[in-house]
């Protein structure tokens, strides 16, 4: 069946570092791709989505750029700030619209 | 806007008793979505509701889950003879349209079930 497998964390960095999340998928057919985000005691928030090949997704200095010929979604930023600090969770759309998410990466960004 | 609520935010039961859990979606969203999140894991798929009827429930882990949305908006989750393992934050999730990949789910905060 479909998954999604990311990068295990924690993730620490100090503020201003570049991040990358990695992100891969399997999946019959051509799911749209998303990034969650979960911040301390939210709930889970959309924070970028791709729907095909090659586009790329962008919000708040967060990138991923739907890549279908190595079946990933990496997520990057130039310039992480301690606000970043969440748990980021990336997923592909099910033949339902449901959401198949992957384990999430824990973000931790030091002053 | 108002955005999806869930109710309770934590509910502690004993071994095999009976619980019901509430999720009240954006208003005119007709797709709505449970899924369950296991500690460090990422939210696993359980049921999915077009309007009243259940389009999808083949996320749901055995019988003793069941859910239903009556009216086509407030939904609520079941969960009969509950067992330690399923203790776990319960998500609700709508969205304007269904089946249609790309339509962004909003997130409520969730039910955190502990099961003694």
């Known amino acids: 069946g479909d998954s999604v497998t990311q990068m295990e964390g924690p993730v620490t960095l100090s503020e201003e570092a570049f991040l990358t999340i990695n992100c891969t998928y399997t999946?019959?057919?051509?799911?749209?791709l998303f990034w969650y985000v979960q911040y301390p005691g939210e709930g889970l928030q959309l924070l970028l989505k791709a729907t095909k090949a090659d586009d790329k997704g962008s919000n708040k200095g967060f990138e991923a750029t739907y890549r279908k010929e190595t079946t990933s979604f990496h997520l990057e930023k130039g310039s992480v700030q301690v606000s970043d600090s969440a748990v980021y969770f990336c997923a592909l759309s099910g033949s339902q619209g449901n959401l198949i998410f992957g384990k999430g990466t824990k973000l931790s960004v030091k002053p | 806007g108002a955005g999806v609520s869930q109710t309770p935010s934590n509910k502690v039961t004993e071994k095999g008793k009976y619980v019901e859990l509430r999720c009240d979606p954006i208003s005119g969203h007709t797709a709505l979505y449970w899924y369950r999140q296991s500690l460090g894991q990422g939210p696993e798929f359980l049921i999915y509701f077009q309007g009243t009827g259940a389009a999808d429930d083949s996320g749901l882990p055995n019988d003793r889950f069941f859910a239903v949305r009556p009216e086509g908006s407030v939904s609520t989750l079941k969960i009969q003879r509950t067992e330690r393992g399923d203790s776990a934050m319960y998500l609700c999730?709508?969205?304007?349209?269904?089946?249609?990949?790309?339509?962004?789910?909003?997130f409520g905060p969730g039910t955190r079930l502990t099961v003694l």
């Open positions: 999730a709508s969205s304007h349209l269904a089946a249609y990949s790309y339509n962004e789910q909003f």
């Open positions: 999946a019959t057919g051509y799911p749209s």
